[in-house]
């Protein structure tokens, strides 16, 4: 059977193109093809990658900087414009009709595409004893889904506990999307669109795929079934 093709974003930074191989190896396991998604700098050339690709994953990054409430923390480098203009033209030209996949950075870009907001450092605006950045001393913790929703559907369970790696958080939630997936403290921690095409997590599933496996695998296979419709 032949391998879906999962476009994967990365970071830019100083001119370099960069990915953890954490991500390919997390697709290539559960049966997709990675594809990294270059740096590009024009809409004919999103368009034509596009092309390419079965589904898309929009990695983690640096401080998304669109729809921001309150200032980035000094800890929190902004995104190069550079990467902002090629995620933008990549996710314009994927369109809606194949699955994607949001990872930390990747949830808050979609939401914010979609008009959402986003705290540029939640420690100032969330009441927590939480620590959700792993620079600043933060571990793991669990996350609670909702039940019905596409996750809680994905990992046949309530609740899993992630590791925890973002100084932002989502502070209102855009267009299309609803909270599926919320810390104790209620951070957001997943957002999906009703038909689950559209999914995003806070957490990084690709560094802890003892548990997170389920999340691709069923990624994956979304993509195979929108290759073949």
């Given at each position: 059977?032949?391998?879906p093709?999962i476009?994967?974003?990365?970071?830019?930074?100083?001119?370099?193109q960069?990915?953890?191989?954490?991500?390919?190896?997390?697709?290539e396991?559960?049966?997709?093809?990675?594809?990294?998604?270059?740096v590009?700098?024009?809409?004919?050339?999103?368009?034509?990658?596009?092309?390419?690709?079965?589904g898309?994953i929009?990695?983690g990054g640096?401080g998304i900087?669109t729809?921001?409430v309150?200032?980035?923390p000094?800890?929190l480098?902004?995104?190069?414009?550079v990467?902002?203009?090629?995620?933008?033209l990549?996710?314009?030209?994927?369109?809606?009709?194949?699955p994607?996949l949001?990872?930390?950075?990747?949830?808050q870009?979609?939401n914010?595409r979609?008009?959402?907001?986003i705290?540029?450092?939640?420690?100032?605006h969330?009441?927590?004893?939480?620590?959700?950045?792993a620079?600043?001393?933060?571990?793991?913790?669990?996350v609670?889904?909702?039940p019905?929703?596409?996750?809680?559907?994905?990992?046949?369970s309530?609740?899993?506990?992630t590791?925890?790696y973002?100084?932002?958080?989502?502070a209102?939630?855009?267009?299309g999307?609803t909270?599926?997936?919320?810390s104790?403290?209620?951070?957001?921690?997943?957002?999906?669109t009703a038909?689950?095409r559209m999914?995003?997590?806070?957490f990084?599933?690709?560094?802890?795929?003892d548990?997170t496996?389920?999340?691709?695998?069923d990624?994956?296979?979304?993509c195979?079934?929108?290759?073949?419709a």
């Amino acid at each position: 059977m032949a391998r879906p093709r999962i476009g994967i974003t990365t970071s830019y930074n100083d001119g370099k193109q960069s990915l953890n191989h954490s991500y390919v190896k997390a697709v290539e396991e559960a049966g997709g093809l990675p594809l990294i998604v270059p740096v590009l700098t024009t809409p004919d050339a999103a368009a034509q990658f596009s092309e390419l690709l079965d589904g898309l994953i929009m990695t983690g990054g640096p401080g998304i900087t669109t729809g921001l409430v309150g200032n980035l923390p000094d800890d929190l480098t902004p995104v190069d414009p550079v990467r902002h203009e090629s995620d933008m033209l990549i996710y314009n030209a994927f369109g809606v009709q194949r699955p994607l996949l949001g990872i930390c950075y990747g949830m808050q870009f979609i939401n914010a595409r979609a008009g959402g907001t986003i705290y540029g450092d939640l420690a100032q605006h969330v009441d927590t004893d939480i620590e959700h950045s792993a620079g600043r001393g933060g571990t793991e913790h669990p996350v609670q889904f909702t039940p019905g929703s596409k996750l809680a559907n994905v990992f046949d369970s309530g609740e899993i506990t992630t590791n925890t790696y973002h100084v932002q958080s989502l502070a209102s939630v855009g267009d299309g999307f609803t909270v599926t997936a919320t810390s104790p403290d209620g951070v957001i921690e997943g957002i999906e669109t009703a038909d689950g095409r559209m999914i995003g997590v806070q957490f990084h599933p690709e560094r802890m795929t003892d548990v997170t496996a389920p999340l691709f695998a069923d990624f994956v296979n979304r993509c195979r079934k929108a290759d073949s419709a």
